[in-house]
């Protein structure tokens, strides 16, 4: 493939002309061709009227002698008497006078009496077969050639016979034809016209025959090659114009081109070295559009160098405040070795600039970038975050004072503000990290501070690692959750009525391959953060609703709860999903609910908990008093069962405040229509001082711990309360 402009040119105007020479050159061989053709065609013509001319006085010559000798008294006589003696003298001397090469005569009835036997082999038939007594001329086809015949009948006057005379029409004849044309034909007579072959001119004239089945032409024929042998000097001639024509056309049009492409190559050299950041002008001299181009080119450079430096300054500085951002700090940290880097956090930068809008929120950062720059005139300060300021050092600072400098009141335009800022604090030493994992290092240390409300916190790589198990630990969890290798235990919940388990509490479990039983505290709160809370609930309600089929048909007709996050009433979506799950498959499901999840959108959680209690799904309160319990919508949730948390039945054993707290909570609950039911309960005492307070369930240790299904329906079929050392029934009344 050409890649070369230069030589495309040239191979596009050589190409065209030799096209056009290759168009030419053919016509004009076809035109010189056809005119040779022509020529030697008129020469035939002329050749064929000579012999046409000669041909007739010949015959006349024969005819009229002929005639002469039919009509004498004495050759007549002769022929009647059948003196053929008399008659072959007087024919032999006529012959010899006209000059004939042969001839006979011949009787009506065909006897030769003088002349050529063979010539009357091939005549007499021809006379027998004519009707006309009248001389008669033309070519006879022997059986060594064609003859010119002439035949004169003897009339007595009655036939008496025939006087012939003949012409060979051999090749000396033609070569006497041949003499008279001014170009080197070749002559012939032949039988009917022959098909002209490619390399060959050809003219046949038709010539009176005797026998008039069949027709006799003369042939004049000159090859073509020797037609063109005149013109060949013209032909080379005009191969040889059009061969250097197509010469200079090619060595113009590669000048041209050259000269049409050196521009254009300068250009290429300058946009690449624009395109290497290598400031280039390009010098095309003249007015056309290639200095025009080149005149383009150059101030699109200069204001491509221009925009560079704008660019760079944009990608390394925010558009805000004009501060250096992430990639400065990059940059510099690339180039330096700083002793320290911490992280600046603005503390409630979201409120700030939700209240006193963008404009003061970006000039409180400028105001603490200020604060460092003037206790810390040396160190480099990039802003790296909305909130976040990143101070490089490289020299050890006085904590103490850039705190004092920077909480505290700032003037911020018009106004004054107290900032609020913590610290994140990572020192190098030896490690050689990328800039960015620096970076981050210092945001995990103010991360730290933050999560622990303190001034300032220094990075810990043991915290990093656990910020990584975690991490590590999330993305394990959604793999548990999709292959559905959580498990379900279950809690039973002491019924102190019935004096039975009549109700459980689903928990899920994670049995980790490597890990081994994964804290629920620990995994559940990572679903929380990573928006797994639907997929992993979506499951233990699968699972809840197909073992409680499984219980059913064992015996144990139970209630069973299942924790349901306050994040889910507020998805519409999966609402709907857990009431056609429920109601596909019905059966006694109740659904925990925190107290703290209706109270931070009630609307929401008050519309989602009417469906469910209209689709006959109890909700039970759970955790009940470790939130900040309102008992205005403590009173609005329709639910069925009220949990009181295990951190005050654990105590009522000891305190009588938390035994005064949790009878005020049962009676308050019984008289809202609640049932119930106190967690973690682990001793008889605790379940006897319930039992007295009238809580209808008690749940924890103290009856059983969770177990899987299996475990579950053996430790259902065996249960005796008795088992428990629950006081007599009359303790409760008490």
């Given amino acids: 493939m050409v890649r070369k402009l230069s030589t495309r040119l040239t191979v596009v105007y050589g190409g065209l002309f030799g096209l056009a020479l290759c168009l030419i050159g053919p016509l004009t061989y076809t035109a010189v061709r056809s005119y040779a053709r022509e020529s030697v065609q008129n020469e035939m013509s002329a050749t064929a009227a000579v012999f046409d001319r000669l041909w007739k006085v010949k015959s006349d010559t024969l005819q009229t002698n002929a005639e002469l000798l039919s009509r004498d008294f004495g050759f007549i006589s002769a022929m009647a ?3 053929r003696s008399t008659v072959a003298s007087a024919f032999a001397n006529l012959r010899q006078r006209v000059n004939a090469d042969t001839g006979l005569v011949l009787t009506s009835d065909g006897q030769l009496l003088a002349g050529d036997d063979t010539l009357a082999k091939g005549v007499e038939a021809l006379l027998a077969e004519s009707d006309t007594l009248d001389t008669q001329t033309g070519v006879v086809a022997l059986g060594d050639g064609f003859y ?26 033609m070569a006497d034809l041949e003499a008279l044309s001014a170009i080197p034909l070749h002559a012939m007579v032949s039988a009917g016209d022959a098909e002209e072959a490619a390399q060959t001119i050809t003219a046949n004239t038709p010539l009176p025959t005797l026998d008039t089945r069949h027709q006799v032409v003369l042939r004049l024929s000159y090859p073509v090659a020797k037609a063109l042998d005149a013109y060949k000097p013209l032909l080379n001639l005009l191969l040889a114009i059009g061969v250097l024509s197509l010469m200079a056309v090619v060595a113009a049009s590669l000048v041209l081109a050259r000269h049409l492409t050196k521009p254009v190559t300068a250009l290429i050299e300058a946009t690449a070295a624009l395109r290497d950041g290598r400031a280039t002008q390009v010098e095309v001299k003249g007015e056309d559009e290639m200095a025009q181009l ?23 500085h925010e558009i805000a405040t004009g501060m250096p951002n992430s990639k400065a700090a990059e940059a510099y940290l690339s180039e330096t070795t700083p002793a320290i880097l911490i992280c600046v956090g603005l503390q409630h930068y979201g409120h700030l600039r939700a209240v006193w809008g963008a404009g003061p929120a970006h000039a409180a950062m400028r105001a603490l970038s200020h604060a460092v720059s003037t206790n810390l005139p040396e160190a480099f300060v990039a802003r790296t975050g909305p909130d976040e300021l990143l101070i490089v050092s490289q020299s050890e600072i006085d904590l103490d004072a850039l705190l004092k400098d920077l909480n505290r009141r700032h003037d911020i335009g018009e106004q004054s503000l107290d900032l609020i800022a913590r610290l994140g604090l990572y020192y190098p030493h030896t490690d050689v990290l990328p800039p960015t994992a620096a970076i981050e290092r210092a945001r995990i240390a103010l991360d730290q501070a933050r999560s622990g409300k303190q001034p300032f916190a220094v990075y810990s790589a043991e915290t990093h690692a656990d910020m990584a198990d975690a991490l590590r630990l999330t993305d394990e969890l959604h793999s548990a959750i999709t292959a559905g290798v959580l498990s379900v235990h279950y809690q039973p919940k002491y019924n102190y009525r019935t004096q039975t388990l009549s109700g459980l509490e689903a928990l899920v479990r994670w049995n980790h391959p490597q890990r081994g039983m994964v804290s629920p505290q620990r995994f559940v709160t990572l679903a929380e953060e990573a928006g797994y809370i639907p997929d992993l609930t979506r499951h233990v309600l699968k699972t809840v609703l197909a073992d409680q089929k499984t219980l059913s048909a064992s015996g144990f007709d139970v209630d069973i709860s299942v924790n349901y996050s306050g994040r889910l009433l507020s998805d519409d979506v999966f609402n709907a999903e857990t009431l056609s799950m429920c109601q596909a498959h019905p059966g006694r499901i109740c659904l925990e609910i925190t107290e703290t999840a209706v109270i931070e959108d009630p609307d929401t959680g008050l519309k989602a908990i009417d469906r469910f209690c209209a689709a006959g799904i109890e909700i039970s309160i759970d955790d009940f008093g470790t939130g900040l319990s309102s008992l205005s919508y403590l009173k609005m949730i329709p639910a069925h069962e009220l949990k009181i948390d295990r951190a005050f039945i654990s105590e009522i054993e000891q305190g009588q405040r938390d035994a005064l707290l949790v009878r005020s909570t049962i009676e308050l609950a019984h008289s809202l229509g609640m049932k119930v039911t106190a967690e973690g309960v682990e001793t008889p005492t605790s379940l006897a001082i319930l039992a007295a307070m009238g809580c209808d369930m008690a749940q924890g240790y103290g009856i059983a711990r969770p177990m899987p299904l299996d475990a579950l329906l053996a430790h259902l079929t065996s249960f005796d309360a008795r088992s428990l050392g629950e006081p007599k029934m009359e303790l409760r009344a008490s």
């Avoid at 080149?294 to 491509?304: E, K």
């Fill in 81 to 83: 008497t059948d003196d």
């Fill in 294 to 316: 080149a005149a383009t080119f150059n101030d699109m450079a200069v204001s491509i160098k221009e925009r560079e430096s704008d660019i760079r300054h944009l990608a390394t």
């Fill in 148 to 173: 010119n015949v002439v035949a004169a009948p003897v009339l007595a006057p009655d036939l008496k016979g025939w006087i012939v005379f003949a012409s060979r029409l051999d090749r000396k004849a």
